[in-house]
C-alpha cells in the first residue's frame, strides 16, 4: 500500500472513530473521494482494508455502511485476543525461544526503550511504537509454534479495533498517552523477562492483562479526566 493510500485509510478510520461518519451512514467511492480530494482508487483500496477490520459493511448494492462500533463489543474482541496472546506467551515459555526470536524481542525492546526513555512522546514516536509493538507480539506468536492461534487471531481481528495493529490514541493529551503506551512498553519487558526464563503461568498472565492495557487503561493515567479528539492509528500508519 502506498503512501497516499495509507493517508486515506487513516483519514477514514478516524472519521469513523470520532463519529464524523455516522454509524449505518452509507459511504460510496465517488463521493468520498472528492470529501477527501482524492482519487477513486486509494478510497477503494481503503475500503475493502475498512471492511477487514470490521468498520465497514458491504452492502447488497454498491457501496458500503458503517458499522456501529460499541464498547462492549471492543471490549469482547480485546478479551478474546488477551487469552490468544496469553496462550501463546506461555507456550512460547514453555518451548523456549530460538536465538533468533529472542534478540528480536530483545530489539523492539531496546527500540521502546529509546522512544519512552526522554519523558515524553510525540505522535510519530507513537507511529513507531506501533510497528515495534506489532513486531514484539508477532515474535511471541511464531515463538509458540502453534499455527492455531495465528488463525484464531485472525479471525478475530475483523472485530473493530480488535487488532493489536489498530489503537485510538488522544493527540491532544499526549502526556497521558505516555504514561499509558510506556506502562505497557513495560509490560512488554515483563512478559520478555517470564518467556526467556521459562515461567509459562506468569508469561500468560501477564500478556493476557496486557491487551487491556491500551484499551482500559486510558482514565488510570488520565488525570483530568479530559476528553480529546480521538485518532485511530492503524496497521496502514502506525498496536
Not at 7 to 19: A, T
Not at 72 to 81: K, L
Request: charged content about 25%; overall charge negative.
Amino acid at each position: 500500500m502506498s503512501k497516499s493510500d495509507q493517508r486515506v485509510l487513516s483519514s477514514l478510520r478516524q472519521m469513523i472513530i470520532s463519529g464524523e461518519l455516522a454509524a449505518g451512514e452509507r459511504v460510496a467511492e465517488i463521493p468520498t473521494a472528492e470529501r477527501l480530494g482524492v482519487s477513486r482508487t486509494p478510497v477503494r483500496i481503503a475500503f475493502r482494508a475498512l471492511e477487514q477490520e470490521g468498520l465497514l459493511i458491504r452492502q447488497e448494492r454498491r457501496g458500503y455502511r458503517v458499522r456501529e462500533v460499541t464498547p462492549e463489543g471492543v471490549n469482547g474482541a480485546v478479551e478474546v485476543r488477551g487469552v490468544l496472546e496469553g496462550l501463546a506467551a506461555r507456550q512460547a515459555a514453555e518451548l523456549g525461544l530460538s536465538a533468533v526470536q529472542r534478540q528480536g524481542l530483545i530489539d523492539c525492546l531496546l527500540l521502546g526503550d529509546a522512544l519512552f526513555d526522554k519523558g515524553y512522546v510525540t505522535e510519530e514516536d507513537l507511529e513507531q511504537y506501533h510497528d515495534l509493538n506489532r513486531r514484539f507480539h508477532a515474535l511471541i506468536i511464531e515463538a509458540s509454534a502453534n499455527p492455531a492461534i495465528n488463525s484464531a487471531l485472525a479471525r478475530n481481528e475483523h472485530m473493530p479495533f480488535a487488532s493489536v495493529s489498530s489503537l485510538a490514541i488522544d493527540r491532544h493529551n499526549l502526556k497521558r498517552e505516555f504514561r499509558r503506551f510506556n506502562f505497557a512498553h513495560m509490560q512488554h519487558h515483563a512478559v520478555f523477562d517470564a518467556i526467556d526464563h521459562r515461567q509459562g503461568a506468569r508469561a500468560e498472565w501477564i500478556m493476557r492483562e496486557h491487551a487491556n492495557a491500551t484499551l482500559r487503561y486510558a482514565e488510570l493515567f488520565d488525570a483530568g479526566s479530559a476528553q480529546g479528539e480521538m485518532r485511530v492509528i492503524g496497521q496502514d500508519a502506525m498496536l
